[in-house]
């Protein structure tokens, strides 16, 4: 069992930056990947960002390359979203994600817990 708690959510301006962080508990926080997505209004969940269980790996959607950072401690079981050159289009309700078992990283479907979703918008 894994529970997982979002934070770091807001309002900011085209531009700005927000860094969200995710807290598991339960289950040894380094023996799964951790992956973050997200749900615009109307629109269906998309995946953002994941990596494997020592953050040695790492993945995103094109639409955040080069802006989104996913990192994790494993110390704190933590994993973090840093999200800089905010867009309009970032704004979304984002949620992290645990996958205990394969790589099917950008599958939403296979990830097994899911946190409660913090909200981001980004104002033009």
């Known amino acids: 069992q894994v529970q997982l708690v979002e934070s770091g959510g807001g309002l900011v301006q085209a531009g700005g930056s927000l860094r969200l962080s995710c807290a598991a508990y339960g289950r040894t926080f380094s023996s799964y990947a951790m992956g973050w997505f997200r749900r615009a209004p109307g629109k269906e969940r998309e995946f953002v960002a994941a990596t494997n269980w020592s953050g040695s790996t790492t993945f995103y959607t094109d639409s955040v390359k080069g802006r989104f950072t996913i990192s994790r401690d494993n110390d704190k079981a933590m994993v973090y979203l840093q999200m800089n050159s905010l867009k309009p289009e970032d704004t979304a309700v984002y949620y992290c994600?645990?996958?205990?078992?394969?790589?099917?990283?950008?599958?939403?479907?296979?990830?097994?817990?899911w946190g409660q979703g913090t909200q981001v918008t980004v104002s033009s």
């Open positions: 994600a645990a996958l205990l078992f394969g790589s099917s990283w950008y599958v939403p479907d296979a990830y097994d817990y």
